[in-house]
């Protein structure tokens, strides 16, 4: 059904709607009504539980004794809930717990900030989960279906990363598939071991040096398989709901000169540039990186040869290059590509049109460059003390 | 796919004496059967008390205690031979 609500909300409903039997959560900006909505549900009699627990590290922790009894399950969290989450996430996809989780993506402490850009999950991208990111409300609770799908099939936990408060908070129509309708694409939940107390078992158990490095490649490999997963899971829900989706999403890029790329509801803003810069005949074109983890390579080697590329990093890893500028030159090795890095659009500042157009017309000189964006602020915003 | 688990009855199989790189020795000669190593042992694989000790190197992780506590010297702790 379709209906006019905020992004959080739209995915609890979602959630709700895919039925999870174990869901817990602790509350944090900008997902604070996420887990609000669950427990709601719960209170009125619509889901099966709710945990309210003392810490996202419980949270995720609960979930994973929910998981292991077989139980499909849900939370969602973002920034300092996600960073306190590190340990278990790791644990989680080590014990193949299929579990399924939202990201409200926000910036990282210190200096505090409760707005938006991509630092927490990017930083989890090597916790062996799967990222889905979301570049609108409606892409967002779609990604969350088939977060059930792709991870109930592969064993592997997907978190769906949605960014804080340009998504969560901003209230736009959102179709939104009733509990029958997602079963008709999602198929209930087939554990392969569970916790049972008439077949004792243990899970996570201790691995000497001569198991140890076999989990950790079999993560590894399965990782890189589940690529076919997740496209396959896309598609099966154009067929069932009318909109399909691939690992990545391509926006005027075949015939285009110049291509920006980037993850999550910043390519929103870079696709209305095109569509802009489209209409003075430049050849421009939008890519958005919509699966992090496991990282489509091969797709963006075979779109991206031969094409100035633009990569948006709003992530750093302080003291190197960004993460997704890294990554795509390495796919790109050997290419004729040129690769750009841009990286910013930190706590909450905006990668405006007018300044994606600009990004545009500089890589059309053809030099690759390497700079900040959204450095320029007006100055009564900015009301930083230096010494 | 691998999956992490065990079964009850595991440790049977899982022989954790592998990880150890000393090994405890006695000497019967200046052993007296006290005990008291048998008792300190954390892994109680010393044999029965008040014997001279049998050890089950299998489990024995080589912690050194019973070599520390023998009040009479008689336990050595021998390095263990390992590929490089």
Request: glycine share 8%; proline share 6%.
């Amino acid at each position: 059904m379709i209906k006019t609500t905020n992004g959080a909300t739209a995915l609890a409903e979602t959630a709700k709607n895919c039925e999870p039997e174990v869901v817990a959560g602790y509350p944090i900006t900008p997902t604070t009504h996420v887990v609000e909505e669950m427990n709601r549900y719960y209170a009125n009699g619509e889901t099966k539980s709710f945990i309210a627990v003392e810490s996202e590290f419980s949270a995720l922790s609960a979930l994973i004794g929910g998981a292991a009894a077989g139980a499909r399950t849900f939370t969602a969290t973002g920034s300092q809930g996600l960073l306190l989450m590190h340990e278990v996430l790791f644990c989680s996809s080590g014990m193949r717990l299929p579990i399924v989780m939202v990201v409200g993506n926000r910036s990282v402490s210190a200096p505090l900030s409760i707005w938006n850009d991509e630092q927490d999950s990017v930083s989890q991208r090597d916790t062996g989960w799967i990222q889905l990111y979301a570049k609108n409300n409606q892409e967002a609770s779609d990604a969350l279906i088939q977060a059930y799908f792709i991870a109930e099939k592969t064993f592997i936990p997907v978190m769906v990363c949605v960014d804080g408060h340009f998504l969560t908070h901003t209230t736009e129509q959102v179709d939104i598939p009733s509990k029958d309708e997602i079963k008709r694409f999602l198929p209930p939940f087939k554990p392969m071991v569970t916790l049972d107390p008439d077949q004792p078992l243990s899970m996570g158990v201790y691995a000497a040096p001569a198991y140890y490095q076999e989990f950790r490649m079999d993560l590894h490999s399965d990782l890189e398989k589940s690529a076919a997963v997740i496209s396959d899971a896309g598609k099966r829900f154009g067929q069932v709901f009318g909109r399909s989706y691939g690992l990545v999403e391509e926006y005027h890029v075949k015939d285009a000169k110049e291509v920006l790329v980037g993850l999550g509801s910043a390519m929103e803003n870079v696709k209305a540039a095109v569509d802009e810069m489209r209409k003075q005949g430049k050849k421009v074109g939008a890519l958005h990186v919509r699966v992090l983890r496991p990282f489509p390579r091969e797709e963006l080697r075979r779109i991206l040869s031969g094409k100035h590329v633009g990569v948006i990093d709003r992530a750093l890893s302080p003291g190197a290059q960004p993460p997704l500028f890294t990554e795509i030159v390495e796919a790109l090795q050997g290419t004729s590509s040129t690769v750009s890095s841009f990286f910013g659009a930190l706590g909450g500042r905006t990668l405006k049109i007018q300044e994606s157009k600009q990004l545009f017309e500089k890589m059309s000189k053809g030099k690759a460059l390497k700079e900040w964006i959204t450095v320029t602020v007006e100055k009564n915003e900015a009301e930083i003390e230096t010494c | 796919m691998l999956i992490p688990l065990s079964k009850p009855g595991t440790t049977t199989d899982i022989k954790t004496g592998k990880w150890k790189t000393h090994r405890p020795t006695v000497d019967p000669k200046l052993c007296t059967k006290c005990a008291i190593c048998q008792n300190f042992c954390p892994e109680g694989i010393m044999g029965t008390p008040r014997e001279i000790p049998v050890i089950d190197y299998d489990y024995c992780k080589g912690c050194s205690m019973c070599m520390v506590e023998c009040p009479f010297k008689a336990i050595t702790m021998v390095a263990e031979k390992q590929e490089l």
